[in-house]
């Protein structure tokens, strides 16, 4: 493999998206998720943003779905309703997902089984941040943050309303998306609502994929609505949103039918102030609370294991200006605490109260072509679990990066940071059978703080005919938290471990902390084929790769596979567009202990757009798009499923989007 990582990165360089229009859009969008809100070409470290038409075309089922065709990004998928991001290897617990910068507050980092419920149809930008930048937003982001940016709080108030329907269907499983919204104002007042209702059935598989081409118990039904307003006046705007899920989906079966269904009900509150003392730019404030609830019904009936999580969130913001020798910044407060309880036969975690309050700050220095930015926060975090005795831990994040303007098209960085992570309830006092993952978990109470050190450089050039964007990381990890498999198994009819067990047995993992170190690159390059005036071809080259491994020797588990392809990309009229995309996926032979090794794939996907004007000031977004085209058997090495449950095989998704 190591000859064609070595081709694919000087491949990478040598050429690769995005028209110039396209190019200006991309400068002209901020990154909301940084405090200082800095446009896309200005940040120092690497960011993916979804928007527009390209966001409604790649717009898939779950978070992780929806986002893994971006650089450095991957799903690990549970079925179809479950698909968690894996940013440069790491996910769960280590990756954070927000909805307008607060976090989903569910229960997603107790078992990868579990569906995130912030939904991303009425996005209106999803944002990822890749390294030291997403450290900003607590120990939970030490591997990157997803941030759902919608508008359930109208930060403005629209000169008229907006309104739309759209339809989706996937032919692969049967599935109907439907989503109405509609945003207004009058006077000073704004409000927005919306509503999805989607169902599903099991989805197919190629032939060879598993005995019947179909994976069971993979349908659902789900339907959400949101509710929201907002008073939006010349200093600033207030408002508040409830939004209500309810969502029942089926996890492939292993040895047992289980089915998830869950509700829940989010109240989130947002304020804005602007200049509001002097040389003070913008004072925020975001409020959210989170009654989650889901209930594991065994045989699809039978109430088994109840999980009920109540959360609650607090951030404060205070951007400045200039202040002494900082040009920019901004400092803020955030504070969160969760009650979790699971009861019945799968409560592997004891009842817990999870409580953190975190400072932070981030400082600009301009000096000629070069910006310095200086992060730090300091994070305290107290879990008082049933039973047990109350586990404090005091993480400290800090950052050094610097942003050179080689030239008007050329940008340099580079960054440097310290980050730990606090142990979670799962890590520490798990003691039980794990269905989900057909594993007996073991915490360990005296686990310590995970620490990190990375370095990453970063490359970026706008010509007018070439863009290229190249990162190159390298991660040590001190004390980095893994569950290893100790070789035991617990008997589910006895329910002793034991050494040896030939039936009805668990294999049992132990949590535990080994020196690890992560290293890989990601890489694009884009440029024209052709250019006629009213219509454009133009070609897109992409990498990326991580590679993890442990001190002690053996390689952390459920890594992603080198990766690589080609994206074709035309567009006529501004109205007109079609896409072919080729990803080839390397067999993935750097397994952990006690885990297979992964096939590669060829994944062709293609898609085709056209927006046309139905009435005045009425449009219509009509698209299709066809995925694993090849129909090849596709097993995520992500994935805790893989063995059972290959990824979709060919499938069509047809839609339309209209906006009145």
């Known amino acids: 493999m190591s000859y064609k990582i070595a081709v694919s990165i000087p491949l990478m360089i040598a050429f690769s998206p995005v028209n110039a229009e396209e190019l200006t859009e991309q400068n002209l969008m901020f990154v909301t998720s940084s405090p200082l809100s800095k446009k896309e070409a200005e940040t120092i470290h690497p960011v993916n943003i979804l928007t527009g038409n390209d966001l409604a075309l790649k717009q898939g089922v779950t978070i992780g779905d929806t986002l893994k065709k971006e650089l450095g990004i991957h799903s690990s998928s549970f079925g179809s309703s479950v698909g968690q991001p894996v940013i440069r290897g790491q996910f769960g617990s280590r990756v954070q997902v927000l909805q307008n910068g607060i976090s989903s507050l569910d229960a997603t980092g107790v078992s990868p089984d579990h569906a995130n419920s912030t939904e991303g149809l009425f996005a209106k930008q999803i944002e990822v941040l890749r390294g030291p930048a997403s450290l900003l937003y607590g120990s939970g982001a030490i591997g990157g943050v997803v941030n759902i940016i919608d508008n359930r709080i109208p930060l403005y108030v629209p000169e008229s309303s907006d309104s739309s329907i759209e339809q989706r269907y996937n032919s692969v499983s049967e599935s ?32 060879g994929g598993n005995d019947s081409n179909i994976v069971d118990n993979t349908d659902s039904e789900s339907w959400s609505g949101s509710l929201g307003t907002s008073w939006v006046d010349d200093w600033g705007m207030i408002g508040v949103s409830v939004n209500y899920l309810d969502n029942n989906y089926g996890v492939p079966p292993v040895d047992e039918l289980v089915r998830i269904d869950l509700k829940q009900t989010r109240y989130d509150m ?31 009936v039978t109430a088994g294991t109840k999980f009920d999580n109540q959360g609650f969130e607090g951030r404060a913001e205070l951007v400045h200006h200039k202040i002494g020798f900082f040009d920019h910044g901004a400092l803020g407060f955030q504070a969160q605490r969760k009650e979790f309880i699971a009861e019945g036969e799968e409560a592997f975690v004891p009842p817990s109260v999870t409580e953190s309050y975190g400072i932070f700050a981030v400082e600009d220095i301009h000096v000629g072509d070069v910006t310095y930015e200086m992060g730090l926060r300091i994070e305290h975090q107290e879990i008082d679990a049933k039973g047990f005795s109350i586990e404090k831990h005091t993480p400290i994040n800090a950052s050094l990066s610097a942003l ?47 620490t ?13 005919w070439l863009s290229m964007e190249f990162n190159l990381f390298h991660n040590w990890s001190k004390d980095y938290i893994i569950q290893q498999r100790t070789g035991q198994s617990f008997n589910l009819d006895t329910d002793q471990i034991t050494a040896v067990c030939s039936v009805n047995c668990l294999p049992v993992y132990q949590m535990m902390q080994e020196d690890a170190k992560f290293y890989g ?17 133009e070609a897109q080259l992409f990498a990326d790769y991580v590679r993890g491994q442990l001190d002690k020797g053996g390689n952390v588990p459920r890594l992603p596979p080198l990766r690589y392809g080609i994206q074709l990309d035309y567009v006529a009229d501004k109205d007109f567009s ?27 996907d293609v898609n085709m757009s056209y927006k046309m004007n139905v009435a005045k000031n009425n449009t219509a977004l009509f698209f299709v798009k066809g995925n694993n085209l090849l129909n090849r058997t596709i097993r995520n090495s992500t994935s805790f499923l893989k063995d059972y449950a290959p990824e979709p095989g060919r499938g069509v998704e047809l839609g339309v989007k209209i906006n009145f």
């Open 176 to 207: 109907w998306t439907t989503g109405v919204k509609h945003e207004g104002g009058m006077d000073k007042l704004a409000w927005h609502i919306d509503g999805l209702i989607r169902e599903s059935e099991s989805y197919r598989v190629p032939n």
């Open 270 to 300: 947002k304020a804005e102030f602007y200049e509001p003392f002097e040389n003070i730019e913008s004072l925020k404030f975001r409020l959210a609370y989170n009654d989650y609830k889901h209930v594991e019904l065994e045989d699809g």
């Open 404 to 450: 050179w303007h080689a030239s008007d098209d050329t940008l340099i960085s580079l960054a440097l940071t310290r980050a730990q992570r606090a142990p979670n309830v799962q890590e520490l006092f798990s003691n039980g059978a794990h269905f989900a993952t057909q594993s007996y978990e073991l915490g360990d109470e005296s686990l310590d703080l995970e």
């Open 452 to 464: 990190s050190y990375n370095l990453e450089f970063g490359f970026r050039n706008d010509i007018d």
């Open 521 to 537: 690159f990601e890489s694009q390059v884009s440029f024209p084929i052709w250019d006629a005036g009213n219509s454009t071809l």
């Open 578 to 604: 079609a896409g072919l995309r080729l990803t080839k996926a390397e067999k993935q032979t750097k397994e952990a202990d006690n885990e297979s090794s992964t096939n590669g794939y060829l994944l062709l």
